[in-house]
């Protein structure tokens, strides 16, 4: 049995294989923690992912997402699909592996062997969370896991795109979720493809349906118009609707042929943020560690050099790119 610090590349990558939970559990952690380790192994994957479904599950912090998703764990365990959970939290530093019990209520299925769930925090990197989000679906993938729920919480626009890489987006909101109807209502948030009104319980739950309802019927083109439920996860009231409506998405997506498409362009929209993020950090430390790309800011500031000269000499610099031929 290999120690905690015995994993190698190529055990690490077979325990993966093997659906093994310690080298998933590792695994995770070190996608957490940005070991260079984790690059390795997910690269050695990659070639065996695309087989689980990916659902984002999204909305603002203590709608009932952890709650709605262990339900829906549940519901899915009934027909004996595997199933990985991965809920980000990017307040927290991180989570050190260890299962926090009170984000994610997912306790019932500690014992299951068929579900495999970790929170995980990211250190506040810039562009971290849709990167580890990414890269800890990769290793449930190939873990073989069938179907991966991804946790993030947010409001507003970010939120639906950390999940960028999911195959459905299930946003949660619930009575009182005003921000994020704001969002959704003025544009900034994308349109998900399943919403679920969490807490129905609660006497407003009617109005905040209403009022989502109404905001999506401006979208009448579209050609898959995203169904609302109303739920309590707590009681697992409408889950297996809430999961039919998941399954219907999912074979939209499959009979129109656009899972494939929307695949396609969800990697190539998570390579170019992780690069574009990347780039911008590289931006940033090379400004702030030479003098030189300084006082070109405090030239542009004292109305000495104008802002595009500016633009192209840091270009030039950090990034070896002739701008001045560039749009
Ligand atoms: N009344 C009621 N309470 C609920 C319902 N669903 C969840 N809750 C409660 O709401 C609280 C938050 O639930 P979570 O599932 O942790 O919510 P979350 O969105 O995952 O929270 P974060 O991950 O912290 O953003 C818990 O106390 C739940 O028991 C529901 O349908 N009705
Ligand atoms: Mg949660």
């Known amino acids: ?11 690490l990558a077979a325990g993966i294989r093997d659906g093994d939970r310690r080298a998933l559990a590792r695994a995770i952690s070190l996608v957490e923690n940005r070991d260079p380790l984790a690059y390795d192994v997910v690269s050695d994957l ?58 994610i209520r997912l306790s019932d299925h500690f014992l299951d062997p068929g579900v495999f ?75 998900p493809d399943v919403i679920a009104i969490n807490k129905m319980d609660h006497p407003a739950a009617k109005t905040m349906l209403n009022e989502v309802r109404s905001i999506l019927s401006l979208e009448r083109d579209r050609e898959w118009r995203p169904p609302i439920v109303l739920t309590e996860a707590t009681r697992g009231e409408n889950v297996p609707e809430l999961w039919e409506k998941i399954a219907a998405h999912r074979a939209f997506l499959v009979d129109s042929g656009q899972l494939e498409q929307r695949r396609r362009n969800n990697l190539a929209g998570e390579v170019f943020s992780v690069a574009s993020a990347r780039a911008k950090q590289h931006l940033e430390h090379a400004v702030a560690d030479d003098p030189e790309l300084r006082r070109l800011l405090d030239e542009v500031q004292r109305r000495e050099l104008d ?21």
């Open 46 to 103: 990659y070639p065996q992912t695309g087989n689980a479904y990916a659902v984002g599950v999204t909305g603002p912090p203590g709608v009932g997402k952890s709650s709605l998703i262990s339900a829906l764990v549940r519901h899915v365990r009934a027909e004996d699909t595997s199933v990985g959970v991965v809920s980000v939290d990017p307040s927290s530093p991180f989570s050190q592996g260890a299962l926090l019990g009170d984000r």
């Open 1 to 11: 049995m290999a120690g905690r610090r015995d994993w190698t590349r190529d055990t």
């Open 117 to 191: 769930i970790r929170s995980m925090g990211t250190r506040g990197h810039l562009g971290g969370l849709a990167e580890a989000t990414l890269q800890a679906l990769l290793v449930l993938d190939a873990a073989g896991k069938e179907l991966v729920f991804l946790e993030t919480v947010g409001t507003g626009q970010s939120e639906v795109e950390v999940i960028g890489i999911a195959d459905t987006v299930l946003l949660v909101l619930m009575p009182g979720s005003g921000d994020s109807v704001q969002a959704l209502k003025a544009g900034i948030m994308e349109i």
């Open 307 to 327: 802002p595009l000269t500016a633009v192209r000499e840091i270009l030039d610099k950090v990034f070896h790119i002739d701008a001045a031929g560039s749009r």
